[in-house]
C-alpha cells in the first residue's frame, strides 16, 4: 500500500519538460564507493513525501527506509532511515520501490552527479553537508508496469570500472566495489575523464558528450598513464574522419585529469608531450585544429605543477 502511495504521488506530481542536449558523467563502480563515507546494496522500501515544499523548487523532500542487503562501507547496519531533497527522479525511485528493485546507495560529502541528493536526516538526527545517490546495479526485469526507468543511472545494470571496462551483473559490480574498499578504505577525491562518444555507449548513452567519474588513487593514475601513451584503446568505434579530433580530445582531456597525480614518471610524460605534442593527431589542412591543443594542455600542467627546466 506504502509503495503503490508513494507511486502514484509522485508520478503524478513530478512530469519534468523536456531539456536541451547536456552532457553526461557517467558512474564507476570505485568512483562511486571511492568517494563515499557509506555505500550499501539494498531496495527501498518506503519513500513518502514529507515537510514542507521547498520555496524554489516546490517540490517536497522524501523520507525513505532502505533495506540493506549488502554493506561495503559505512556502519553495520540491517536498514536505514532517512530523508533527503527531491527531483525529478522520484517516479524513477518509485518503480525501484515498488518492484523490489536492488540498488546501490551511497553517502558522502561530494555526489557523483546532478543524480545526486541532499541528505537532510540520517537516523532522526540532522546532517549537512552531505548527498547520498542511488545506482541501478542489475538489468530489471523487461516487464515493469509502469516503466519509468531513467537511462542515467541504469543502464540495464552495466557501469564502468576503474579500468574503463564495461561490467555487468550485480555479483561483478559487488566483489569490485568490495575489492576496492580493502585496497582504499577511506574517501577519496573524485576526478572525470571525459571519452569518446562511441567508447562511453558500450554503457549508455552520453548524451552531447560524457566522462566517467574516478577516485584519485594509485589504480586511476596507472589507467591514465595507459591512455595517454595508448589512445588507440578507447577510439574504438570513431569514424575516420574524427579519428584525428578525438585522438587529440583524449590526450588533452586525460592530461587534465593527471593533476592530482605529479611524480617523476608523470612529469617526464607530460614534457614529451609539451614538446612535440602528439603526432599522429596534429593539425593538418585536412584536419584542422579546434578545440584541443595538446601541447598547451601539457605546458599548462607543467605550470601547475611548477615544473620548469628540462
Not at 15 to 36: C, H, K, M, N
Not at 95 to 115: S, V
Amino acid at each position: 500500500m506504502v509503495r503503490q502511495l508513494a507511486l502514484s504521488v509522485l508520478a503524478a506530481s513530478l512530469l519534468v519538460p523536456a531539456q536541451a542536449q547536456t552532457g553526461r558523467s557517467f558512474d564507476s563502480i570505485e568512483g562511486l564507493v571511492g568517494t563515499s563515507s557509506a555505500a550499501y546494496f539494498g531496495y527501498i522500501t518506503s519513500l513518502v513525501p514529507t515537510g514542507e515544499p521547498d520555496p524554489q523548487t516546490a517540490t517536497r523532500p522524501v523520507r525513505v527506509h532502505f533495506e540493506v542487503s549488502e554493506r561495503i562501507r559505512g556502519a553495520v547496519v540491517d536498514g536505514l532511515d532517512f530523508v533527503m531533497s527531491s527531483s525529478s527522479r522520484e517516479t524513477d525511485l518509485g518503480t525501484a520501490c515498488a518492484h523490489h528493485i536492488e540498488l546501490m546507495f551511497t553517502i558522502g560529502t561530494q555526489g557523483p552527479n546532478r543524480h545526486s541528493r541532499t541528505l537532510i536526516q540520517l537516523g532522526g538526527k540532522t546532517v549537512q553537508g552531505q548527498v547520498c545517490y542511488f545506482r541501478y546495479v542489475a538489468k530489471t526485469p523487461e516487464k515493469l508496469e509502469p516503466v519509468q526507468l531513467s537511462g542515467s543511472s541504469y543502464d540495464e545494470g552495466r557501469i564502468f570500472d576503474l579500468e574503463l571496462k564495461a561490467v555487468q551483473g550485480r555479483d561483478r559490480i559487488l566483489a569490485k566495489a568490495r575489492a576496492y574498499q580493502r585496497r582504499h578504505p577511506e574517501p577519496t577525491a573524485s576526478l572525470w575523464l571525459q571519452l569518446p562518444n562511441p567508447y562511453l555507449r558500450q554503457v549508455g548513452d552520453p548524451n552531447a558528450y560524457g566522462g566517467v567519474l574516478l577516485p584519485v588513487c594509485a589504480e586511476t593514475r596507472k589507467t591514465l598513464l595507459r591512455v595517454l601513451q595508448n589512445p588507440e584503446i578507447v577510439l574504438k568505434g570513431v569514424a575516420e574522419k574524427d579519428r584525428a579530433w578525438e585522438r587529440r580530445s583524449v590526450i588533452a582531456m586525460g592530461l587534465r585529469s593527471l593533476e592530482p597525480f605529479k611524480d617523476k614518471e608523470t612529469i617526464a610524460l607530460v614534457r614529451r608531450f609539451a614538446e612535440k605534442g602528439d603526432p599522429q593527431s596534429q593539425p593538418s589542412a585536412d584536419t584542422p585544429s579546434t578545440g584541443y591543443n595538446v601541447k598547451d594542455e601539457a605546458v599548462r600542467l607543467l605550470e601547475k605543477w611548477k615544473v620548469t627546466g628540462g
